[in-house]
């Protein structure tokens, strides 16, 4: 029997995911009021797997990360939303966490942040891009999404942010060839979202300069290190993504794209 006191919506995007997706509804199946999912045109098994979770399945086309995130957030009803991904899942322990915060009689926050474990290569981080904690859990009431093409954002009514223990697991490459084209992939939305926000690359030196910044920042700020040699090519992956964006946008702002 539920004692919960606030009810949950879980949003997901999906495509193609599915090797991925049922590890990412068995955390939640228990924890939501009702699942919404928005495949963009799945080949696979997907959509099949979902059903068999939820009835609330939509296929669509692809308008980017930001907007088919927005059209979930405004398909869900409850009072809270989680906005989860298909290669995440939560562990028993944010599980516990998000059950006991939905029994509370009043919750004093407006919005969540879940601690990030990057899993890839057999190994889940402690440090380096797993040293933060993503804003994920948010009352449903006057939320939105940024319509980023990528690296959208969750907008909370509220600023009153607190932090749930346990950790959002992020399985975030199959394999290295996975990893490298999911890379190049972001790099290259990214250089469209600043070229068609204005920002300005300031030459390739700079996106030299940029990218060193970024492996200093994850694997010796970030404590990268500690994660060993996977923790090690994690950083140089990212360090590469961010030169490839800027370089993108320095050959978007000279025509040569």
Sequence with gaps: MSLKKHSLSVIVITKNEADRITRCLE???????????FDSGSTD???????EYTEHVHITDWPGFGKQKQRALERATC????????????????????LALLTQATIGNDAYKLPWGVTIHGKTL??????????????REGAAFSLDEVHEKVI??????????????????????????KSAQ????????????????HGLFLALLRSMWVFFHIYILRLGILDGS???????RYA??????????WLLENNRA
């Excluded at 972001?186 to 690359?201: E, N, P, T």
């Excluded at 996977?230 to 140089?236: R, Y």
Aim: with cysteine; charged share 30%.
């Design 186 to 201: 972001y790099a290259w939305l990214g250089s469209q979202k600043y070229y068609r926000k204005g920002k300005k690359s």
């Design 45 to 51: 098994d997907t959509v099949a797997i979902c059903k």
């Design 126 to 139: 402690k440090y380096g891009r797993s040293a933060r904690a993503v804003l994920r859990l948010f009352k």
């Design 230 to 236: 996977i923790g090690f090519l994690v950083a140089m």
């Design 240 to 249: 590469h993504g961010n030169f490839n964006k800027y370089a993108g946008l």
């Design 79 to 98: 009072d809270w939303v989680l906005s989860i991904d298909a290669d995440e899942a939560l562990d028993e322990k944010m599980q516990s966490e998000l």
């Design 156 to 181: 909370p009514k509220g600023n009153k942010i607190g932090k749930l223990k346990g950790v959002l697991l992020h399985y975030t490459h199959r394999d290295f060839k996975h990893g490298l084209d």
């Design 27 to 37: 955390s939640v199946k228990n924890i939501a009021d009702e699942i919404i999912v």
